[in-house]
């Protein structure tokens, strides 16, 4: 059975300051998603990681993806307040779905 | 970009009742649908897999008789929770896959179902 850990679950950082959050899953698969949500709201797709070693970008996000370690990181860098949200990684299944880690609730203070 | 519709955003239903919600998928055809729960500062839990024209595919621990899903159409599932109680309170949220274009998964904006 895919498990997918996400940690650390909570996270409370001072803005400016860099953080990564760790996911690690058990079964292979090809498929690793980066998603963030807003209290209240649904996910806003942020990275889809395809392939071994494959790194994204997006504004002062970035994700990278290693296959073999079964391990993708978001890293955070100089975070400012409006990053606050709960990030979830999710890992792809053959049959289309995805199984979704625990979440991190990050909270960016001034 | 492709974008899936759930209506409605919020209900809130007294005990016994039954309620239904839609996933549309606006601009491209879903052959399959996935139907997640989301309980307070919870993950999303996948519940069941919505397949057009066929029986729906439930993951272990939920009940079929008690979610009904349909997928009458390749634009539209519908969740149903019958004769709902308030431990079925919770965020409900689809998907759907756009395999003609992208293969992106677009997820809805959620319903929020509350049971008095």
């Known amino acids: 059975e895919l498990k997918v850990e996400q940690n650390p679950l909570f996270l409370s950082m001072q803005e400016g300051k860099n953080y990564t959050i760790y996911c690690n899953y058990s079964t292979t698969s090809d498929r690793l998603y980066w998603y963030r949500q807003d209290p209240g709201k649904s996910l806003e797709s942020l990275f889809v990681?395809?392939?071994?070693?494959a790194v994204k970008q997006e504004g002062r996000l970035m994700a990278s993806l290693d296959t073999k370690a079964r391990l993708s990181t978001l890293h955070i860098t100089a975070a400012v307040h409006d990053l606050s949200a709960t990030y979830f990684c999710?890992?792809?299944?053959?049959?289309?779905?995805?199984?979704f880690g625990a979440g991190t609730r990050l909270t960016v203070k001034p | 970009g492709a974008v899936v519709s759930q209506h409605p955003s919020w209900v809130i239903c007294k005990s016994g009742t039954s309620v239904k919600i839609e996933c549309r998928s606006l601009d491209f055809q879903a052959t399959t649908m996935f139907w997640y729960r989301q309980f307070p500062k919870q993950s999303l839990m996948l519940m069941a897999t919505s397949n057009e024209g066929s029986k729906a595919t439930y993951e272990q621990g939920v009940e079929k008789d008690k979610f009904l899903i349909n997928h009458a159409s390749l634009t539209l599932s519908t969740l149903t929770v019958t004769s709902a109680h308030p431990e079925d309170s919770s965020f409900y949220i689809c998907?759907?896959?756009?395999?003609?274009?992208?293969?992106?998964?677009?997820f809805g904006e959620g319903s929020r179902l509350t049971v008095l």
């Open positions: 998907s759907a896959r756009d395999l003609q274009n992208t293969g992106e998964l677009f």
């Open positions: 990681l395809l392939s071994n070693g």
């Open positions: 999710a890992v792809g299944r053959n049959n289309n779905d995805m199984r």
